[in-house]
């Protein structure tokens, strides 16, 4: 079946503006999470859903940052008043259960890049 | 969670053997060990998982001593399409994963 898909592929944007980020995880998989990943360096957690509530959301590095999951499946990742140090791959990845000892299957990623 | 300690670069040759080891002296009673592979522009992906001793699967063997604070990664005969970052992380239900920097192995012809 498909994997984990995230739109779009690369965002640009300019400093200040607002930018969404969607994911779609494999159909029928409870557990969404998101990571940011910077040049050289492993993924780091950003927040974690089960169902279509936030379970873990100690990732997300301030306010500027909001993840939904409305119906328990697509997810969004928002970012208000973007910064350049927000540039970095945005990747999403679902998991058939709840728990991180579960596997984990990563989308592509989204590249940002704020100019 | 139990910190994760691994070479930060490895060189190896196709055909050959190619064994990552990764230390974790704070392991816990309930933390699995979890290696995930990277290559560039993708995801990370699952490569196995193990609690002790030994796991295979067709991919990859995982080597887990009895006391648990270290791991070997075992890759059989690597090709070029092995070249990748290889992350070493402990993995407990309710914590969330903690990457590290990885391993970047690095397979010549």
């Known amino acids: 079946g498909a994997g984990v898909s995230q739109t779009p592929s690369n965002k640009v944007t300019e400093k200040g503006k607002y930018v969404e980020l969607r994911c779609d995880p494999i159909?029928?998989?409870?557990?969404l999470y998101w990571y940011r990943q910077s040049l050289g360096q492993g993924p780091e957690f950003l927040i974690y859903?089960?169902?279509?509530?936030?379970?873990?959301d100690s990732g997300l590095p301030n306010d500027r940052f909001f993840a939904v999951r409305p119906e328990g499946s697509v997810s969004t990742l928002k970012i208000q008043r973007t910064e350049r140090g927000d540039s970095a791959v945005y990747l999403c990845?679902?998991?058939?259960?709840?728990?991180?000892?579960?596997?984990?299957?990563f989308g592509p990623g989204t590249r940002l890049t704020v100019l | 969670l139990a910190k994760t300690t691994q070479p930060i670069s490895m060189d190896s040759y196709e055909g050959q053997e190619v064994n990552i080891t990764c230390s974790h002296n704070?392991?816990?009673?309930?933390?699995?060990i979890t290696w995930y592979q990277q290559f560039p522009s993708q995801g990370p992906r699952f490569i196995i998982q193990?609690?002790?001793t030994k796991v295979t699967n067709e991919v990859a063997s995982l080597f887990i001593p009895a006391d648990r604070k270290s791991s070997t990664l075992s890759l059989p005969r690597v090709s070029l399409s092995d070249t990748a970052v290889y992350y070493c992380?402990?993995?407990?239900?309710?914590?969330?994963?903690?990457f590290g920097t990885g391993t970047r192995l690095q397979v010549f012809p």
């Open positions: 193990g609690y002790k």
């Open positions: 992380l402990v993995a407990r239900g309710t914590d969330k994963l903690i």
């Open positions: 704070n392991i816990a009673t309930n933390d699995y």
């Open positions: 859903f089960q169902g279509t509530g936030a379970a873990d």
């Open positions: 990845a679902s998991s058939l259960t709840a728990g991180f000892t579960d596997t984990q299957y």
């Open positions: 159909s029928g998989h409870t557990a």
